[in-house]
């Protein structure tokens, strides 16, 4: 158990719609990361925050943001969902805002849009 | 540009044989160099790092890996594989002076009993 905390497990929607998903970080750790997985594309790197402010932006589109809580915990919207953003979303976690330490992965949300 | 390259998008390898995972990278400064493992339906995990000293690394359940400066390559390697090492593996690098992970594409590792 990574102590990375992600839900919903799965997420099924229409195209057009919002979703919200929330990720709650190993105890200690300040930084969170959002990344998509599809199988086309790969592990992509979508946002950093660390303490709550946005500390780096990856591939993320511009329907897409994210926020980070005072408690630490994360959550990335994804709204007007299209047919390709399904794929599965994780969340980790660390204790910096650098790398050098090991990332902690959650389960993920696998979002499926219909 | 600065990539990580995975040459092989899957390894197939009989179990107790020795494996290799290949990874090849390609940047500008020193490297931070990291494996991780993804089992099915699970999150990445972190197996080893390198980020400075002996080129060779020692990680979780047996694994190891070579840095080679030279061939700007650093190889995932088990000596006696188990079906259940069978999973994702990702290669990932990153500069000292970025804050982000440039990640490979995965090598799907198939242990055949």
């Known amino acids: 158990d990574s102590g990375v905390t992600q839900t919903p497990k799965h997420l099924i929607t229409a195209t057009g719609q919002r979703v919200t998903l929330r990720c709650s970080p190993r105890?200690?750790?300040?930084?969170v990361y959002w990344y998509q997985q599809s199988l086309d594309q790969g592990l992509q790197f979508l946002i950093q925050?660390?303490?709550?402010?946005?500390?780096a932006k990856g591939n993320i589109l511009e329907r897409f943001s994210a926020q980070q809580f005072p408690d630490l915990h994360s959550e990335l919207n994804l709204s007007s969902l299209e047919l390709g953003d399904s794929a599965l979303y994780f969340c980790?976690?660390?204790?910096?805002?650098?790398?050098?330490?090991?990332?902690?992965f959650g389960n993920g949300t696998r979002l499926t849009v219909t | 540009a600065q990539s990580v390259a995975q040459p092989e998008d899957q390894v197939n390898v009989a179990e107790g044989n020795p494996l290799t995972v290949k990874c090849t990278y390609s940047?500008?400064?020193?490297?931070?160099l990291f494996w991780y493992v993804q089992y099915p339906n699970r999150g990445l995990q972190f197996l080893l790092k390198?980020?400075?000293?002996d080129n060779l690394v020692k990680g979780s359940y047996g694994f190891e890996a070579e840095f080679n400066k030279s061939q700007t390559s650093f190889h995932l390697k088990k000596p006696s594989a188990l079906v259940s090492d069978s999973a994702l593996y990702f290669c990932?690098?990153?500069?000292?002076?970025?804050?982000?992970?440039?990640w490979g594409a995965g090598t799907k590792l198939i242990i055949k009993p």
């Open positions: 980790a976690s660390s204790p910096s805002d650098r790398v050098n330490s090991p990332l902690h």
């Open positions: 105890s200690g750790d300040l930084s």
């Open positions: 925050y660390y303490n709550g402010e946005e500390r």
């Open positions: 940047v500008s400064g020193n490297p931070y």
């Open positions: 390198y980020i400075t000293g």
């Open positions: 990932a690098v990153k500069l000292d002076s970025n804050y982000q992970l440039i």
